[in-house]
């Protein structure tokens, strides 16, 4: 089984009380090997009580789908923007929909991307070719630009969404450790 729930949009019993059901954390992370999968069910203004009934009912529900533990966390709106709750920043940047099976954050009008800023310079002749294989492929082979639907802002700068943040880690500390990660919500 998949830990990638968000993929599979599972039908769900849920009340209208229900503003979201978010899957976040290492779990939504590709090349992730998560011991657990981290939901937070995030509720229009409800009593505490009903809410963890509720989240309690859904986690059951998603369990069937995971062969890892679930564990929920449950908010409403108002306790969820808090600024008392640091795990919102993880939930907006991640998050993806179990409902919609897009980004949390596109509910507020809000689009998450990774921003890696690189340098090559010091590399070299071919650390940099390597480089550029790497991003863009070489004889008909798809490079990770591609591949993870990543973007080439310019010389130094590529774009990605955030589930991939770990592969491109990865394939540039090979090449070079000469590079800056910035999390942007826009």
């Not at 954390?25 to 590709?30: H, I």
């Not at 492929?137 to 969404?161: D, Q, V």
């Amino acid at each position: 089984m998949m830990h990638y729930l968000w993929q599979k949009k599972p039908k769900l019993n849920y009340s209208s009380d229900v503003f979201d059901i978010v899957q976040f954390g290492s779990s939504v992370m590709e090349n992730s090997n998560p011991s657990d999968i981290d939901i937070t069910v995030i509720f229009n203004k409800i009593p505490l009580k009903e809410q963890l009934e509720q989240s309690q009912s859904i986690k059951n529900q998603l369990q069937k789908f995971s062969d890892i533990p679930i564990h929920v966390k449950s908010y409403d709106l108002y306790s969820f923007f808090d600024e008392s709750n640091f795990a919102k920043e993880n939930i907006l940047f991640y998050g993806k929909s179990i409902i919609s099976g897009d980004y949390f954050s596109k509910k507020f009008g809000l689009n998450s991307k990774i921003q890696v800023y690189y340098s090559l310079i010091n590399l070299k002749k071919k650390d940099k070719i390597r480089f550029n294989y790497m991003l863009n492929g070489k004889k008909g082979n798809y490079g990770l630009i591609k591949k993870y639907g990543g973007n080439l802002l310019k010389p130094g700068l590529i774009e990605i969404y955030p589930e991939h943040e770990n592969v491109f880690i990865e394939s540039i500390k090979k090449i070079t450790d000469k590079f800056e990660i910035r999390r942007i919500l826009y």
